[in-house]
Structures are given as C-alpha cells and as structure tokens.
C-alpha cells in the first residue's frame, strides 16, 4: 500500500492561487499514475486532474481546465497541484489518489490509495 500525505491548502480570495504537494512512500512512487481529486460539502468526490508515471501524460477536468496544473517530481515522490485564478466553487477537501495503470479514469472507486486530504477554502 503507498502512503499519501497532502499539504498546501488553506484559505485564499477568489483570484488567488494555491499549490498542494502530495508525498508518497511505501511503493515505487515513479511506477504510478497519480490523481487529485475534490470533494464538497454534501457531494460526491469529483476527478481534479491525474498525471503519467513519467509525468509525459496528464488529464483534467473540464472545471480546472486552463487553472490547474498537475506536475511532479519522481526524485521527492511528490506530486504537486498548481491552483491559480481560483473561484469560490473550487472549495473542497482535495485529496490525492494512486494507480499503477494509464489512462487515469475519473471514477475515485479505480484508485487504490488515497491520502487524508487537505481543505481549500476561496472566499468570494
């Protein structure tokens, strides 16, 4: 089972930017495709974006399409969420999620390991 740790949220104005860091032990960090997902108040959790295990592959949603950038860096095993000109619907609690396989669906329930989550909060 790896082991995910998210950092970086907080509360931020509308407009502002974020970024989270997520880091990894107990697996082969580099082997594996690695997502971010959100979840609001009374909904259901939601695809963010997910990245390759070489980092050549990644994939959005269309709500964070333009905004957010997923990146990371094998040598930390950390993968990082980039969260600029950020709307107050953004706010959630933003998690990180591993698979070992590409393409990344967006359904939470394909991921096998999540972290505990960290709360973004964009005040209008």
């Known amino acids: 089972q790896m082991h995910l740790v998210e950092s970086g949220g907080g509360l931020v104005q509308a407009g502002g930017s974020l970024r989270l860091s997520c880091t990894a032990s107990?697996?082969?960090?580099?082997?594996?495709?690695m997502g971010w997902f959100r979840q609001a108040p009374g909904k259901e959790r939601e695809f963010v974006a997910a990245?390759?295990?070489?980092?050549?592959?990644?994939y959005y949603a269309d709500s964070v399409k333009g905004r957010f950038t997923i990146s990371r860096g094998n040598y930390k095993s950390t993968v990082y969420l980039q969260m600029n000109s950020l709307k107050p619907e953004d706010t959630a609690v933003y998690y990180c999620?591993?698979?070992?396989?590409?393409?990344?669906?967006?359904?939470?329930?394909?991921?096998?390991?999540w972290g505990q989550g960290t709360q973004v909060t964009v005040s209008s």
């Open positions: 990245i390759s295990w070489s980092g050549g592959g990644v």
């Open positions: 999620a591993a698979r070992p396989n590409w393409p990344p669906p967006t359904a939470a329930r394909e991921y096998n390991d």
């Open positions: 107990g697996r082969t960090f580099s082997s594996y495709t």
